[in-house]
């Protein structure tokens, strides 16, 4: 399994990032992906990391954390094995490490990519 994260960035609150996540060694297309985040200090790796948002296979059900529902979107390309997170209206509590894996509700995979810094500044 491989996870490859990428598209984050600093960007001032308000703005807007677009997240994404190639994945390889599985069936893509097979399986729902998610995204999570692990905000600084908050526990140790593999630890408190938050689900942001989920897709299932087809794309036909998405789910959302509460604190980023209406700004985020999670959509996915099945024909280059990559799953989008569009992030709008960013806001200080936004700031994280963004981390993709398959699952619906939880991570499928022990392994986790290096995931993408994301710094949203005042």
């Known amino acids: 399994v491989k996870l490859v994260e990428s598209g984050g960035g600093l960007v001032q609150a308000g703005g807007s990032l677009r997240l994404s996540c190639t994945a390889s060694?599985?069936?893509?297309?097979?399986?729902?992906m998610s995204w999570y985040r692990q905000a600084p200090g908050k526990g140790r790796e593999g630890k408190g990391r938050e689900l942001v948002a989920a897709i299932t296979s087809a794309g036909g059900r998405k789910n959302y954390a509460d604190s980023v529902e209406g700004r985020f979107t999670i959509s996915r390309d099945n024909a280059k094995n990559t799953v989008y997170l569009q992030m709008n209206s960013l806001k200080l509590e936004d700031t994280a490490v963004y981390y993709c894996?398959?699952?619906?509700?939880?991570?499928?995979?022990?392994?986790w990519g290096q995931g993408t810094q994301v710094i949203v500044s005042s």
């Open positions: 060694g599985f069936t893509f297309g097979g399986n729902a």
């Open positions: 894996n398959a699952g619906y509700s939880l991570a499928k995979y022990d392994y």
